[in-house]
């Protein structure tokens, strides 16, 4: 079946840059995406997320782009701070199942 | 609220047992999920539900059960235990707004041994 993956399984960055984790999506009905944090030991968190009918969006220090052209899902943390330091999935679904399916994940380090 | 809790937060199973993974939420969501997570992956889709008395199998069904007999409860039953089962597992809850889902929220997660 179709999935979401990532690019990168890694991601080091320095407190105070701002961090980009990229994730494709090929399920070209998927029309409701998410981007969750997992810190060790706990269920993913909400983060942001965006249906189909945007390109972007934007929340506290962190902003969700979406290029259905390619299918590519982005997420951009503004000024790392060292809680940001996890692994960040996205999922993709479409509305008529809530099925969420889950990309591999990003483990993001952040530098001092 | 509590939001989305799960019990136990950790058993060892031996292969051939069986067990109940508890899921509640206290949030009054119609829709909850099961998934597993493995390590280094994401999370997969076991069974998942769209109201008391109405279930449905996600993408790895094989070997667990549910059902969902009232809306706040969600259990997850393991008939036989392999250790293929070994695993985290998540227990998510959602709700309707405007004719869309929103977003699944997520419990803490059971981590399930099966020797």
């Known amino acids: 079946g179709e999935s979401v993956g990532l690019h990168l399984p890694t991601l080091s960055v320095q407190e105070g840059d701002n961090s980009i984790i990229n994730c494709a999506y090929s399920n070209s009905a998927s029309d409701y995406f998410i981007w969750y944090k997992q810190e060790s030991g706990k269920g993913p968190q909400f983060i942001i997320d965006i249906r189909s009918n945007m390109d972007k969006r934007q929340g506290q220090r962190v902003t969700v782009l979406l290029n259905k052209t390619v299918k590519h899902l982005s997420l951009q943390i503004a000024a790392t701070q060292p809680g940001d330091s996890a692994v960040y999935f996205c999922a993709e679904t479409y509305q008529g199942a809530q099925k969420l399916v889950f990309g591999q994940g990003t483990r993001l380090t952040i530098n001092p | ?115």
């Open chain 2, 1 to 115: 609220n509590a939001g989305v809790t799960q019990t136990p937060k950790f058993q060892v199973l031996k292969t051939g047992q069986s067990m109940t993974l508890q899921c509640a939420q206290d949030m009054n969501h119609e829709y909850m999920s099961w998934y597993r997570q493995d390590p280094g992956m994401g999370l997969r889709l076991i069974h998942y539900s769209v109201g008391a008395g109405i279930t449905d199998q996600g993408e790895v069904p094989n070997g667990y059960n549910v059902s969902r007999s009232t809306t706040e409860d969600f259990p997850l039953r393991l008939l036989s235990a392999a250790p293929s089962q070994t695993s985290v597992y998540f227990c998510a809850s959602s709700y309707l707004r405007t004719g869309q889902w929103e977003t699944q929220y997520f419990g803490p997660g059971t981590r399930l041994l099966v020797l």
